[in-house]
């Protein structure tokens, strides 16, 4: 039933027993009002006492018949909000609609993303998801790889192409930005000083390593590249005291012998590709001690965009240093063998290539246990070698072969039971 003014003259003054029921229904009449105009609102009020703050609320759709509603009279001893009351329900209306336009768009814009069908499936198919970030991963990760050391082989200039590769990452890391594919977040201060030596150990290991793939197989760089959790427990030891579970150390004994038998058999070997991706591995290890500390102030994708950025400060002087007086002519060479147009493309490739598989590879972690993610992380080194000897029709004897596998198996083992040791006693898996 709706309320209605009565249509002979009020008198001024009621009884206390009348007037209560009055404000009753003034106050009803004002609640219904909210409720009508502003679900979410008395939802998320209802929800934030239940400590359920962002369930989505349900859409509620009520019959407005407003224009029916005569102001209430006013009588003598009313209050404020009893007058607030006897104002048209239309206009009281209208103004807590206003009142509440944010937090009604707030909840389109909810419902709008979980009506995402890509959203739908992923939060339907939490495994969907973590199949497609690994599946992009690898791929990212395998084209870096075939097409860095299809550039080597017709230009061998690797402490320059370091710099394009973190360039690269300058460029997309400012594109993902400006569009709000990633947020931004600016650093402070104490970020800034911490992540210099984290820089410089990404700097010169990553192109350390590009100079081994320069030298080397890259089947071969990577199998050595299994051997970089031996620097890294030895280095958390010595850095932060962290002692592992015996297990863990004891698989780190495949690795070694792996590589051992790899490095005496490997057709490509030389000891300049053995030990710059040997000396990589030290550097990569501390990179991942020190960068610990960078993880808790922004998201880690962002962690990896400032390192790169500053990473690529450091690796520009080498290339004065190494390369410079025979740049020129090495890069004429190279447009001239296989045509300027794809040389430049090329390395405009590798370059995005690396960045994306390495942002892929932040994301993955996020969303994987460390376990799983070390795990894929030895997948991945299986896909790169093989894909490799495919692509390039590297002779790799059957020594070599088996010591791989078995620097693999190693890795693998070594990353399942660290990632366990972390679950049992909270020590960090990486």
Not at 48 to 56: Q, T
Not at 57 to 64: D, G, I, L, M, Q
Not at 139 to 148: E, P, Q, R, T, W
Request: charged share 10%; with cysteine.
């Amino acid at each position: 039933p709706l309320l209605r003014a009565p249509d002979h003259p009020t008198p001024t003054s009621l009884s206390p027993r009348i007037l209560q029921k009055v404000k009753m229904a003034s106050f009803a009449v004002q609640r219904s009002a909210v409720q009508v105009r502003s679900p979410c609102v008395m939802r998320s009020a209802a929800t934030a006492r239940k400590g359920m703050v962002g369930l989505p609320a349900r859409k509620v759709v009520v019959a407005s018949r407003t224009s029916t509603f005569a102001p209430l009279p006013a009588f003598k001893g009313m209050s404020s909000k009893v007058a607030l009351a006897s104002t048209p329900l239309k206009a009281r209306m209208s103004t807590v609609s206003k009142k509440n336009a944010r937090m009604s768009v707030t909840c389109q814009a909810a419902e709008g993303e979980s009506s995402n069908p890509v959203t739908a499936l992923f939060k339907k198919y939490p495994a969907a998801e973590t199949i497609m970030y690994f599946g992009v991963w690898y791929f990212l990760n395998v084209k870096f790889n075939i097409l860095n050391k299809q550039v080597y082989n017709y230009f061998p200039f690797p402490w320059f192409v370091s710099v394009i590769h973190l360039a690269a990452g300058l460029v997309i890391a400012s594109v993902f930005w400006a569009t709000k594919l990633v947020k931004f977040e600016a650093p402070d201060e104490k970020f800034l000083k911490a992540v210099v030596l984290v820089a410089l150990c990404h700097a010169v290991g990553h192109s350390l390593t590009n100079v081994s793939f320069a030298s080397v197989a890259v089947s071969f760089t990577h199998t050595i590249k299994t051997l970089e959790p031996v620097f890294s427990s030895i280095g958390s030891y010595l850095v932060n005291g962290q002692v592992y579970s015996l297990p863990v150390y004891m698989s780190l004994l495949p690795i070694m012998a792996g590589v051992m038998i790899c490095s005496a058999t490997e057709l490509s070997f030389t000891w300049l590709g053995f030990s710059c991706a040997m000396a990589s591995n030290v550097l990569f290890a501390a990179r991942a001690i020190f960068s610990k500390k960078l993880m808790g102030n922004m998201n880690p994708v962002n962690v990896y965009n400032y390192v790169s950025m500053i990473a690529l400060l450091f690796c520009i002087p080498p290339v004065f240093i190494f390369e410079w007086s025979t740049l020129g002519a090495g890069m004429t060479a190279a447009a001239a063998k296989v045509g300027a147009s794809k040389f430049y493309w090329d390395l405009w490739n590798v370059g995005m290539y690396y960045h994306l598989y390495n942002q892929v590879a932040y994301q993955a972690l996020g969303k994987v246990e460390p376990v799983t993610h070390a795990v894929g992380n030895v997948g991945k080194r299986i896909f790169v070698i093989g894909f490799s000897i495919i692509a390039f029709g590297n002779k790799i004897s059957t020594q070599s072969i088996v010591g791989s596998l078995i620097a693999i198996a190693g890795a693998g083992l070594y990353g399942y039971l660290k990632g366990l040791d972390a679950q049992k006693t909270g020590a960090p898996a990486h």
